[in-house]
């Protein structure tokens, strides 16, 4: 070495740049489970190795289920857990690698295709997105689509669901079929969200009919998120004691443009299955279909009204309504819900209670007028409409009131058709001056005739003046007669 030259330390050689090993996603909800497939994208990271990691370790599985790796090629992975998917491309790069450690994350899962049937509005296959969720420092996280937000996207269940009883069946790898139990009942009454699992790529989603409809129950899964909210027209047939029995088309009294999506990033397919109504929404009710029917008759028994409805497994349930708790108790649970194709029965009553009729012809569900027909010596004979509860007089005032020159203004006849498919005829006596009550002054029912007889001078002129009709000028001073005394 020259002289004046200071021997230099060895050049070592420069640290190695620092393995940047990405934080782990955001876990799926039971990850440990989801298996591989086609479309799914993931983040393999390789210790020590910043070529086959970070950005250079994304790959997406393909269409044949394998992923293409750098120095490895294509490892088959379809079907498998990330688990499992770890564990042989670590045993893959072990044959070039010493001790190879790999971690292996997912990324984004691909479009699930799922099954619905039964008890919901739109049966069928669906492919639904999972829901990838952003966050900071450049981490997201996917979540796979759980029951409810499928049941959302089919529609929501109809209201003969049993959603104590929800099956998923699932593929195995070895083939075998797994039977998944779902109580969604625990999920609105107790709010177990472990009943809203997850769904995997091919499960069926089944949701059977339930045995007996409990009103109370039906109206408190019509109001949950994932229920059938029907804002489109409904078929349905009005039978028995209503003003006009028949099928109906019936509708909400929804503004559409206040029909909302739930979540903005549903497509447009999913947006009229999945949506948030105004406040203060009427949906199809029996009372609405009983109003549109034109209202109950006076024969009506509302304790007894029955809806039959055809489930998806071809069996009709009957479905047993009270109206009358409905106007005593305020029980709401009893103007339950229709489904399309739904025919409501309102049976005969056995006898009419009068105490009770004045609050059921009242309600909101009667007839806004009763028709009564009043015939014989009024002014205006012919039909009246009057107001539910009106009286004997007031249907007679509507008439114009008596004839002075000819009625007979001391009784009149009321005849009516009963229940049983008999008429009453009874002679009431008039009183102006009454209340009401049954003597003379009786509560009018829908279709009841008043029949207003002639009095003695009108009978006697009626008969001696068809006799004496061709002796007219002798008809005349019998008239005079008449007029003065």
Known sequence: MPKGIEAQPPLLPPPPEPI????PEIPLPNSKGYTLGPGDRVQIDIFNLPEYSGENGQHQVQIDGTLNLQLIGNVSVQGMTLEGAKELIQEKY????????????LLAARPLKIAIAGEVQHPGSYTISPIVSQGGDSKSGTQLPTVTKALQVAGGVTTSADIRQIKIRRLQLNASEQVININLWELLQNGNLVQDISLRDGDTLFVPSITEVN???SNQLASANFAGTNTQPINIAVVGEVARPGPYILETDIDQSQVLPIEENLDSSEADRNISLPENTTLHTVTKAIKMAGGITSTADIRQIRVR???RAGTEQVIKVNLWELLQSGDLSQDIVLESGDTIYVPVADEVNLDELAEVTASSFSPGNLKINVIGEVVKPGTVFVTPNSTLNQALLAAGGFNPARAKTEEIELIRLNPNGTVTRRKVQVDFSAKVNEETNPTLLNNDVIVVGRSG???????????LAPFSPINRILGIFFDIF
């Open 457 to 467: 001078r009108a009978t006697f002129t009626d008969n001696v003046g068809g006799v």
């Open 20 to 23: 940047l090993i990405p934080e």
């Open 309 to 311: 409805r055809l489930t």
């Open 215 to 217: 009103p109370v129950e």
């Open 94 to 105: 072990g044959e070039y690698l010493q001790i190879p450690i790999v971690n292996l994350n």
